[in-house]
Nanobody, 121 residues
Framework: QVQLVESGGGLVQPGGSLRLSCAASGSIVSIGTMSWYRQDPGKERELVAAITSIGTTSYADSVKGRFTISRVNAKNTIYLQMNSLKPEDTAVYYC???????????????WGQGTQVTVSS
């Protein structure tokens, strides 16, 4: 089994910053793309940012220039540095990872439990 544990959420004022972390552990042979998603109540879960195993990144248009995703492969960990936060960034943020747990077995998608980010004055 594979576990993803997120941390770093909280309450921040508009214009402030937060840094989220997501660490993968368990039965891991290799990890492909790791991503951050977010979901507001009543809305669909949306992709915020993704990073491949070789460091190629992509971002939702709504966060480009404000958020930065990074990765430390040796720690099976990704980060999301969020700057210039806006009230519309308020959501539960989820980590996702595509993980190969056994050689010869297709990789599976795993999710973390989510961490709340609230941007409010």
């Amino acid at each position: 089994q594979v576990q993803l544990v997120e941390s770093g959420g909280g309450l921040v004022q508009p214009g402030g910053s937060l840094r989220l972390s997501c660490a993968a552990s368990g039965s891991i042979v290799s990890i492909g793309t790791m991503s951050w998603y977010r979901q507001d109540p009543g809305k669909e879960r949306e992709l915020v940012a993704a990073i491949t195993s070789i460091g190629t990144t992509s971002y939702a248009d709504s966060v480009k220039g404000r958020f930065t995703i990074s990765r430390v492969n040796a720690k099976n960990t990704i980060y999301l540095q969020m700057n210039s936060l806006k009230p519309e960034d308020t959501a539960v943020y989820y980590c996702n990872a595509i993980v190969t747990s056994r050689i010869g077995v297709p990789a599976l998608s795993y999710w973390g439990q989510g961490t709340q980010v609230t941007v409010s004055s």
